[in-house]
């Protein structure tokens, strides 16, 4: 009877031991983005009042629609990370509260999607720049914008897009990196 059982046993725990294995659910998984190397160059347009350092994989546009009226204009290109910095620059005609509510309601146009957005600021007396930088956070369309005034006569704006649909988890990396730029073009701003 022993002998009986230990055989149904073992039978038993052999089907048992056929069966296949259930699927594991996996995570998600992004493909891993190659960054360029950083290296700047100085880019001073002759007709706009303003330069700045850029990166070398920058590619820089003027806007065509409005390149007779606002010649200063321009997109930026990253294409390596499928992206691009829309950039505005106005002279200032006694209009700069106007132009900064304007920046600051395209910012937070975003809050329907944007969990979160940070204000930082950055002010550089000595060069007449004043910039403020809003971290959008979340599933918005544009993770980051920003503009710099003099407060008296120039005032530009940029605004960080990608090519794709926003996800922020998927895009850190890529926002990331390009924060990096957009703050060292912040830095280096400068108004002829």
């Known amino acids: 009877m022993k002998n009986f059982s230990f055989v149904i046993i073992a039978v038993l725990l052999l089907f048992s031991a056929c069966t296949k294995p259930k699927p594991t659910p996996r995570p998600i998984g992004y493909f ?16 706009c009042p303003y330069s700045f350092e850029m990166p070398k994989y920058f590619k820089v546009h003027p806007v065509q629609e409005y390149s007779d009226t606002v010649h200063c204009w321009i997109t930026i290109e990253i294409p390596t990370l499928n992206a691009e910095i829309t950039i505005t620059y106005y002279p200032v005609h006694n209009n700069l509260e106007q132009l900064i509510d304007d920046s600051y309601t395209l910012a937070y146009k975003h809050s329907i999607k944007a969990d979160d957005i940070l204000e930082k600021e950055f002010v550089n007396n ?15 369309a544009s993770p980051m914008q920003f503009h710099i005034t003099d407060s008296t006569k120039n005032f530009f704006r940029g605004s960080l897009y990608f090519r794709t649909r926003p996800n922020r988890d998927s895009l850190q990396p890529a926002i990331t990196f390009l924060e990096k730029d957009i703050l060292r073009l912040i830095e280096t701003f400068r108004w002829k």
């Open 32 to 47: 891993r983005i190659n960054l360029p190397q950083k290296q700047y160059t100085f880019y001073s347009p002759d007709s």
């Open 126 to 140: 000595k060069a007449h720049v004043y910039a403020t930088v809003f971290d959008i956070r979340g599933n918005a």
